[in-house]
């Protein structure tokens, strides 16, 4: 390798560029494994469900050595607080009590703890990684968004001026997504329901957000499709029984946003929470007030179109099914029922449909759980 291009590589990882990292230690895992956050005031925790050959679920815990914020129901208001990484090799959890992030390491039979480091602002709520770059949101005090590298050992540092604000303070922040091209990081401000688009810089900080007001009331939370198609879920208008929704848009060159398919109707209440299948051809919305879940595909365009009835499964009633998560192989889907202390399992049927396997029980009930991840 000549000196200039190791110069130029050198020069290029650390910027922050989105390049591939390779984790010495973290391992493949390839039994059916389900992670929750309990955020609990007091010592917060990761509860891992593995499947048993026999088909029963082992559980560990495992302690974040940081603090959530306690609860009753969905105390985040937030996607993402518990975040796998894109190679499923590391695991991070925001403690937004104790206003850090830990890493831990997926190894064979559990979870190694890296490191926790301070996130930059107040109650981090959503993480985001992707490559060597990693953006964590904070919903406190003035609200912001903070950058940091993520080197080849899982360890994250803070890239050095990169703290990016929200469009006022005490806005809502709720989720937070990276594009697959690693141009643009997307927040959705929950309280002032606008979507934020930052874009990347070669050194990982961001720009000065393009702010734009959502036009379908009660955005939540935002997810990039593989397509580069952003979809928001809306909880809909206050007044509107069942009148939640899910919105797609194309991101353009400025990082403005031009609506695909607006406010659909998910069939339910209380829609604040999507999650995008591996494939990028489907897109399901957690109804939490209905206990259900509602299903949609992604065309090339990024519109969306609902599946065979649109509700495509169901939880027991009352489950208030919050956060939910896909299977890396696409096979299951997983809802954190914070209410009721379980997890939903289905199996994603060839139509796009769920069939409910089980619930996993044993947990504790209306505690304040938040945060789902899934191999």
Not at 82 to 99: E, I, Q
Not at 159 to 180: C, R
Request: glycine share 12%; aromatic share 6%; proline share 5%.
């Amino acid at each position: 390798m000549s000196r200039f291009i190791r110069s130029l590589v050198s020069a290029v990882v650390s910027a922050g560029a989105l390049v591939p990292v390779s984790l010495a230690g973290a391992q493949a895992r390839t039994a059916q494994t389900v992670f929750v956050m309990s955020n609990n005031a007091d010592k917060n925790e990761v509860i891992e469900f593995q499947r048993e050959p026999n088909g029963s679920y082992r559980q560990n815990n495992f302690a974040t050595f940081g603090r959530g914020t306690g609860g009753v129901n969905d105390p985040l208001e937030s996607q993402g607080s518990l975040t796998l990484s894109a190679d499923h090799k590391l695991l991070f959890a925001a403690n937004a009590g104790s206003g850090d992030i830990t890493v831990f390491r997926i190894v064979h039979n559990g979870l190694a703890f890296t490191e926790k480091v301070p996130s930059g602002g107040s109650q981090p709520v959503s993480i985001a990684q992707r490559g060597n770059v990693l953006y964590v949101l904070n919903s406190g005090g003035a609200g912001s968004v903070v950058a940091f590298n993520l080197d080849q050992n899982g360890r994250l540092h803070r890239i050095k001026h990169s703290t990016a604000f929200l469009s006022a303070n005490a806005t809502g922040g709720a989720s937070i997504s990276i594009s697959p091209d690693g141009r643009f990081v997307a927040v959705v401000e929950r309280i002032a329901n606008k979507i934020d688009t930052f874009r990347i810089k070669p050194d990982g900080t961001l720009a000065t957000a393009v702010v734009t007001s959502s036009p379908g009331p009660g955005a939540f939370s935002a997810q990039f499709a593989p397509n580069g198609k952003l979809i928001v879920s809306e909880t809909g208008p206050s007044n509107i029984p069942d009148g939640s929704a899910i919105s797609s848009y194309i991101v353009q060159q400025n990082g403005s946003l031009v609506a695909v398919s607006q406010s659909v109707a998910t069939d339910g209440a209380a829609n604040c929470w999507n999650v995008i299948s591996p494939d990028g051809a489907r897109v399901y919305a957690s109804n939490a007030g209905t206990s259900n879940l509602a299903g949609f595909s992604i065309g090339a365009g990024g519109e969306l179109n609902p599946l065979k009835g649109t509700i495509v499964g169901s939880n027991p009633d009352g489950s208030t099914n919050l956060d939910i998560a896909i299977s890396q192989d696409g096979k299951f889907l997983y809802s954190l029922n914070g209410i009721v202390g379980s997890i939903g399992v289905f199996q994603i049927q060839p139509d796009g449909t769920l069939n409910a396997v089980e619930q996993i029980e044993g947990l504790p009930h209306a505690v304040g759980f938040n945060g789902i991840a899934a191999l």
